[in-house]
């Protein structure tokens, strides 16, 4: 990771931009959509960014930079070609320790401004590193057809419930399976499609059932075939349920790569001796295990079976497509 992912709470802060042209007029309109109260430097202005100043939506502080513009500033974006401006200004702010980007000049930038979707209060946000702008562009577009539209809704329904939830529900995993089965389930229905009635009364009854349970939660082992090793050819099911893995048990040959696509507070443990006492006691104590298995093979699924453990194989991707079906190696065929 080269850069450090954040979210700026810009609302009723300062924030500067320099330049007067098209590329300052989208810095601060994005600046204004955060509720930041935005300050500007250009020598002449034009277009957009002169109906922003004649709207009130901007402040024209003057022609020329002075540091003393940057008193009271949380953030700084330099949008002009002037390369001797922003060289200048980017000393200035890193000198104060106030962050700052000068537009296609990351090595001038103290943070990247990345490609931005927009589901509020849902955002999500795409970086290159400032290596490739338009590879940038190009995945948000893709996110953006994924996700729907009105995603932003189940969130603000979310937030309604947030408190009550967690003084309900008292142990982090059972709120976090809770919240899985909200936002996969029939409440997510219906306040996507936006039922919040609905939803609501969907919502309460969850949260009752979670509240007096007929009896503890069993878990259960999910034998996960790892495939070739190859992140890209790791199955969706598998995805999905390295994301909701309480414990990921993993073989030595598993790539990192593998296991940075679980959950970052999932436990995270090596597989040892003794391998289907492990995943049976982890199950017995409630929790959702992942085994990540690379190679072949899966008799694991009758051991645990045998012991009364809940498991399910997930088969990876066979890496010898070339054989023919009959000739294919076996990879968690135990199911």
Known sequence: MQTFPLFLTLANRRALVVGGGEPAARKAELLLQAGARVTLIAETVTGEIAQLIAEGRIAW?????????????????????????????????????VPVNVVDRPKLSSFIMPAIVDRGPITVAISTAGTAPALARKIRAEIERALPATIGRLAR????????VRRTLKEPRARRRFWDHVFSGRVGEL????????????????????????????????????????????????????????????????????????????ERIPAGQEIVERLATLARAGKSVVYLKSGRGGDEFQALAMAGIAVEAVPGVDATPEYGAQDRPRDLQGA
């Open 191 to 266: 306040a996507l499609a936006g039922d919040e009635i609905g939803a609501r009364r969907e919502l309460i009854r969850l949260l009752d059932g979670a509240r007096n349970p007929a009896q503890p939660q069993a878990g259960i082992v999910h034998l996960v075939g790892a495939g070739p090793g190859d992140p890209d050819l790791l199955t969706l099911k598998a995805h999905r349920l390295l994301q909701q893995a309480d414990v990921v048990v993993h073989d030595p040959l598993v790539p990192r790569e593998l296991l940075a696509m679980a959950r970052r507070d999932a």
């Open 157 to 164: 329904f979310a937030e309604i419930f947030r408190d009550q």
């Open 61 to 97: 502080a003057g022609h020329h930079f002075d540091p003393a513009d940057l008193d009271g500033i949380m953030l700084v974006i330099v949008a002009t070609e002037d390369s001797a401006l922003q060289a200048r200004v980017s000393h200035e702010a890193q000198q104060r320790c």
